[in-house]
């Protein structure tokens, strides 16, 4: 009896194949194979869709096409649905995403591309979502790449899950940096356990997280939290290769910044040598000068230097009487 009072969705005028619920009289249409209902929602879920449902309302603010053989996900079409704020595009064939695939879904808080065959998520795939808050990427065999800045515009995110992929290695530095994240699923990946994994063990040290490592041999079947402090000690005991390098730059610097100095104190020595030996040489030629000039005219030369004037023997026998009483005196 439940079955019979509840409402059969039927044919919408001007839309062949769509259905429409009761009470969506102002949805415009509802696309082929699919169910529109009051609520704005559009479901075309397991309706063996290949590719994404044209015609869908502008007003949809959730989009449901799970379960289908979609490859694609076309830009133009998707983003003329700027009010959506809920996509479930997962058990598809979807192969890539980019950038342009969200650029105008401002509002958009969850989305599902789980159980998809991705390979790599691109920088900024997700950057124009800033109002994301769930974001589900399991189940995904081949992904075994996601670029390092991939979420680092998603400020509002607070659950992420990349569980069950093929990912070894995960940079969380924008992810350290979300203040909203609070959840991330990481299970199910072949993630290989060293010093290129060392934040992400330390990061991820929740006791009951089930995380483990499934390389190298020694590490194999460890979880995360266990293994987090034995690689910063052992990635830490010895020098590594930019630790080499910088080690190398920075001697070259000294040796460098030694050598000009060296060049630099010889030529101010060298420069200060011929300026004292070009002054001794100036005062040498003055002397002779002044010795040339007595020799040729002693009168001129007293004239020009009046305390080295000579004494003539007129005064020297006027000095004679004085000095003479002083020799008897004494």
């Not at 610097?253 to 060298?270: D, H, K, P, Q, R």
């Not at 011929?274 to 005062?283: I, N, P």
């Amino acid at each position: 009896s439940s079955l019979a009072s509840s409402p059969v969705p039927q044919p919408h005028a001007g839309c062949p194949g769509g259905s429409a619920g009761p009470g969506v009289s102002s949805w415009s249409c509802c696309p082929d194979r699919c169910v529109c209902d009051d609520q704005l929602v559009v479901q075309c879920a397991g309706q063996d869709l290949t590719l994404f449902p044209n015609d869908l309302p502008l007003a949809t603010r959730q989009l449901i096409i799970s379960n289908n053989r979609i490859r694609d996900l076309p830009a133009l079409q998707l983003n003329y649905l700027s009010d959506l704020v809920y996509l479930d595009v997962s058990n598809n064939t979807l192969t890539e995403i980019s950038e342009s695939t969200f650029g105008n879904l401002r509002k958009l808080a969850y989305l599902d591309l789980s159980f998809n065959t991705l390979i790599q998520i691109e920088d900024r795939t997700f950057g124009p979502l800033s109002s994301l808050v769930m974001l589900r990427l399991t189940d995904n065999p081949g992904l075994n790449e996601i670029h390092p800045d991939a979420f680092s515009e998603n400020l509002a995110l607070q659950v992420l899950d990349v569980s069950r992929n093929n990912l070894t290695a995960l940079n969380i530095s924008t992810l350290i940096a979300l203040p909203s994240l609070r959840s991330l699923g990481l299970s199910g990946n072949p993630w290989t356990c060293d010093c290129e994994t060392e934040d992400l063990c330390l990061w991820n040290m929740d006791p009951s997280c089930l995380t483990v490592c499934q390389g190298p041999m020694e590490l194999s079947g460890q979880r995360l939290a266990e293994v987090g402090l034995q690689l910063r000690a052992d990635c830490h005991q010895g020098l590594g290769y930019w630790d080499y390098l910088f080690f190398i730059a920075i001697g070259f610097v000294i040796f460098s910044a030694g050598t000009v100095s060296a060049w630099v104190m010889g030529v101010l020595m060298v420069l200060y040598e011929r300026y004292t030996k070009r002054k001794d040489e100036d005062m040498d030629s003055d002397d002779e000068e002044e010795r040339a000039e007595l020799k040729s005219d002693p009168q001129v030369w007293e004239h020009q230097h009046p305390s080295f004037q000579s004494v003539s023997p007129s005064h020297l026998s006027s000095f004679a009487p004085s000095l003479h009483t002083q020799e008897r005196s004494v």
